[in-house]
């Protein structure tokens, strides 16, 4: 039985599915790249596993292994059947929000119930790296990487319809988000635009000191900051929050949620799909209820800001 979580292991599995000359082939050593380059921000014991993840999240298109013609299921399947650690299944599984697409091809059933989705850092980073990798293994934003989906595959194709089905996009619109991971810990990938230094003018040369040393915010990092406090710019949301992160279980049931608000379950999962749309909590399906919790790295962005602006220099011109 092969270690599958072992990176080498993983390289030779995908190489021997995808062959070394292909686009594909490309795509794949683009992708593990760009997890190994934002491995810094998953646990430690978690890095094989990203990467390992990357090297193996597209086998499913492989011919030898490609029997439903739903990629991440198919490939999941094959790692299922070979032994591999579940959480490296799930992670294949739903790479790059595949439930947006399992819906459309009305697979949604199967996916979940054979591999059942994990919310963590490990698979944000997964799909963050597969979302800004090109299929020729170059680096590109999120929104170029859609935008280059949608021209390569027909509009009839399930790829393509999964982004413009009205009910996907409230599920696409968290690919988007997985941005956020080249703002935290300070990578630089191509989510964020270039630093802008302040520059003085010849009109105002001599007028003050600009600060040779200080940078304007890239616009990019700036939009994701605004999303989140857009998010938080709702009272109740804010106390779900705050209640959610002083819970001493961790988790709090939402059937105990509406009656402590005094709102209704419809209120209660509107307010709860926002948080958890800006990837701020995570949700647990137990039996009849779901169950909430905040996710640890959530506001790192936010207390970086934050931190910049409680440490301010007050001189100036």
Known sequence: MQNLTDVVAAREEAARLLGTTSDRWHHVVG????????????????VDLLVAA????????????????????DGARHLRALGAPARLCTLVAHHS???????????????????????????????????????????????????EVLDRYPPDDPVHRAIYVPSSRR?????????????????????????HRVVASPEVEGCCPVGGDCELLPAAEAQVLAEVFKVLADPTRVRLLR???????????????????????????????????????????RGRWVHWAVRPDALTPV???????DNATTTGC
């Open 97 to 147: 929000a595949a439930v947006v697409e399992a819906r459309v091809r009305h697979m949604r059933g199967v996916l979940l119930a054979e591999f059942p989705p994990e919310e963590s850092i490990v698979a944000d980073a997964l799909t963050f790296a597969d979302m800004t990798t090109s299929p020729t293994g170059l680096s590109v934003t999120v929104e170029d990487r859609l935008a």
């Open 31 to 46: 992708v593990a790249a760009a997890a190994r380059a934002v491995a810094s921000i998953v646990p430690p014991d978690d």
């Open 54 to 73: 990357a090297w193996l999240h597209d086998i499913g298109y492989a011919p030898e292994i490609a029997t439903t013609g739903f990629h991440p299921l």
């Open 171 to 195: 599920g696409l619109s968290r690919v988007i988000w997985y941005g956020r991971l080249s703002i935290w810990h300070g990578s630089v990938f191509p989510m964020t635009t270039a630093t």
């Open 243 to 285: 209640y959610l992160a002083e819970s001493e279980a961790g988790t709090v049931c939402s059937c105990h949620l509406p009656a402590l608000l005094g709102v209704g379950q419809p209120t209660l999962s509107f307010h709860m799909g926002k948080l958890h749309d800006a990837g701020l909590v995570s949700r647990e399906r």
């Open 303 to 309: 207390k970086a800001f934050l931190n910049v602006l």
